[in-house]
C-alpha cells in the first residue's frame, strides 16, 4: 500500500476493518482472516479511489486561471476532498527527452499534504510530434508513442500521491478530439461519436496503459471521459469496448452526465452504461462522474450541445435550481454507486460556486451535514419522484437526505411539493435545510414538508426505520 497522510491511513485502516469485519460477521457469515485481507488488498488496489464516506467522493473542476494554492484552500474549506485538473501535453513535454512538471508540482504537493484527491487529465497536442493544426485528436503512431511516454512521465513523477489518472476529456466528440470538418490527407472528416474516433482513441488507450503501467504497476488510469447521456454516446462507448479499450489494464470509466434536465434522469445513462460493463466482462470497474455542473443561464446562439448543462428553467429561478441539483447530483451518484464526482467548476460565470450564490451555500452545508457518513440505501415510497436515502455515519448515526423530483424528462420546476411520513421516524425530528437553516417537526409519525430541494433529517438513535415506505400525506 502506498504511503498516505496520516489521517487518512487512520481513517482508512478504521473503516475498511470496521465496516468489512461487521459485513462479513453479520450479513454472511462468512467472518475468516482470509476474507479480511482479500477485502484490504482490494481496496489497497484501488487507493487513488476516494472511500465512500461523504466528503471524500466530492470533488471539483480547477482549470489554469484558477489553479493555486488559495483556490485549494478555498474548495476544502467547502467541502471538496479533491479536485480535476489539465496535464498539458505541449506545456510538460520538450520533444527533447525532457518533462517539466513545475508549473503543477507545488500545487499538487499542497492538495496532497491536505489529504486531497486528484484527478489528473492528461490532454493535449504536441506539434513536436503530430503538426496537424485545425486537426486535434491523435492520429499517428509518433502522436501515440509521445504521447504515452509523457502520460508515463507523470505517472512515475507523481506516483506516491495515488492520482486517477484520466485520458482526455470527451473524446467521442468534436469539441475536443478532431475538429476538421473536410478530410485531411488520410485523416476522415470529424463526427460526433463516429466509430472513427472510437478507434483512434482506444489505440491511444492502449499505447498509453502499457508504457504507464511499465512506470508504476499500480497506477490508476481511467478512460472514457464520454459527453453526454445521449444514445449516440452509448453506442460510442460500446464501439470502444469492441476494440478492447477495457483490456489493457485500465480500472475505470469516466462519463460526464450532461445531456440530461434532472439529476435523477441520470440514472438511465449509468444503468446503460454498467450494462455495456457487465456485457465487456468488467462490471465491477470504477464508475466516475469527472465533470457534471449546472448553468444558471442558456448560452447564447448555441443549440443543443451548447446548451447540454442548462436546466431550461427561468433567471429568476435558476440559481435556486443550480443548488438543488449540486446536492442532487452528488446523491443521485452515490445511489448508483459511482467512486467519485466531480462538479463543474468552481467560478466560471455559468456553472460556478460563485460564494455568493446559493449552490456555494448548499456546497457547505452538504459537506458538514454529511461529513463521516457513507450512503446505506433509498427507502421505499409510494411514489416514485419521492427520495428518501439513508446515510449512516462509521460511528453509527444515521440522517435522512429528501426531497422530491420532477417527473422523468420534465422541467425541473415540475416537481410538486407534498408532505410525507416515514415509517419509523416520530417524535422531536430535526431538519437542517439546504441554506443551513434548522428547523423541527414533532408527531408520531413526524409529517415532512418536502420540495425540490433536499432536507437534512436527524433520525433519533434507536429509530427501526427498517425497509420503512413514505406515504403521501397530500399534494398542495
Known amino acids: 500500500m502506498r504511503m498516505k497522510t496520516k489521517s487518512q491511513a487512520q481513517f482508512f485502516g478504521f473503516v475498511v476493518v470496521a465496516s468489512r469485519m461487521k459485513e462479513y460477521l453479520f450479513n454472511s457469515f462468512g467472518f475468516s482472516l482470509a476474507a479480511v485481507f ?11 479511489l476516494p472511500l465512500p464516506y461523504f466528503p471524500e467522493p466530492v470533488m471539483v473542476q480547477l482549470q489554469t486561471r484558477n489553479f493555486n494554492i488559495e483556490m485549494i484552500d478555498r474548495i476544502y474549506d467547502l ?17 527533447d527527452g525532457t518533462y517539466d512538471f513545475s508549473k503543477w508540482d507545488k500545487e499538487f504537493a499542497h492538495a496532497h499534504k491536505k489529504g486531497m484527491r486528484i484527478i489528473g487529465c492528461l490532454f493535449g497536442n504536441n506539434a513536436n510530434y ?10 499517428t503512431e509518433a502522436g501515440r508513442k509521445g504521447f504515452a511516454k509523457f502520460a508515463a512521465a507523470a505517472a512515475e513523477h507523481y506516483k506516491d500521491y495515488d492520482i486517477i489518472w484520466e485520458v482526455w476529456t470527451e473524446p467521442n466528440v468534436r469539441t475536443f478530439w478532431r475538429k476538421n470538418t473536410e478530410a485531411v490527407g488520410d485523416v476522415p472528416p470529424a463526427k460526433h461519436n463516429s466509430e472513427a474516433f472510437a478507434e483512434e482513441y482506444t489505440s491511444l488507450v492502449k499505447e498509453i496503459a502499457k508504457e504507464m503501467l511499465a512506470k508504476d504497476p499500480d497506477a ?20 470502444c469496448f469492441k476494440k478492447g479499450i477495457l483490456d489493457c489494464g485500465v480500472k475505470g470509466w469516466s462519463v460526464h452526465p450532461y445531456g440530461v434536465k434532472l439529476p435523477e434522469d441520470s440514472v ?10 457487465k456485457r465487456y466482462g468488467r462490471p465491477n470497474l470504477a464508475v466516475l ?6 448553468s444558471v443561464a442558456k448560452h447564447a446562439g448555441g443549440g443543443e450541445v451548447a446548451n447540454e448543462g442548462w436546466s431550461g428553467v427561468s433567471k429568476e429561478l435558476a440559481l435556486q435550481v443550480q443548488a438543488w441539483h449540486y446536492v442532487r447530483q452528488f446523491m443521485v451518484d452515490q445511489m448508483q454507486g459511482v467512486a467519485a464526482t466531480s462538479w463543474y467548476e468552481i467560478d466560471g460565470d455559468k456553472f460556478g460556486l ?13 459537506a458538514n451535514q454529511l461529513s463521516g457518513f457513507k450512503y446505506v440505501k433509498r427507502l421505499p415510497s409510494d411514489n416514485p419522484n419521492d427520495y428518501v436515502l439513508l446515510w449512516e455515519s462509521t460511528g453509527g448515526d444515521k440522517k435522512l437526505v429528501v426531497w422530491t423530483a420532477p417527473p422523468p424528462k420534465s422541467a425541473p420546476d415540475q416537481a410538486q411539493n407534498r408532505s410525507i411520513t416515514i415509517d419509523g421516524l416520530s417524535g422531536n425530528i430535526s431538519i437542517i435545510d439546504l441554506a443551513g437553516k434548522a428547523s423541527m417537526v414533532s408527531g408520531s409519525p ?28 397530500k399534494i398542495r
Open 38 to 48: 482479500f477485502t484490504l488488498s482490494c481496496r489497497a488496489a484501488d487507493a487513488a
Open 79 to 95: 467541502g471538496f476532498r479533491g479536485f480535476r485538473r489539465g496535464l498539458y501535453w505541449d506545456q510538460i513535454d520538450k520533444g
Open 130 to 139: 503530430e503538426n496537424d493544426p485545425g486537426v486535434g485528436g491523435i492520429q
Open 220 to 239: 490508476f488510469i481511467a478512460v472514457g471521459s464520454v459527453s453526454n447521456f445521449w444514445k449516440p454516446s452509448y453506442e460510442w462507448t460500446e464501439m
Open 268 to 277: 438511465e445513462g449509468y444503468e446503460i452504461t454498467r450494462d455495456l460493463l
Open 289 to 294: 462522474n469527472t465533470e457534471r455542473g449546472f
Open 354 to 366: 460563485i460564494p455568493d450564490r446559493p449552490a456555494a451555500t448548499a456546497a457547505k452545508v452538504m
Open 446 to 473: 413526524a409529517v415532512i414538508e418536502v420540495t425540490a430541494a433536499p432536507l437534512y433529517v436527524a433520525v433519533p438513535g434507536g429509530a427501526k426505520l427498517g425497509e420503512a415506505s413514505v406515504m403521501t400525506e
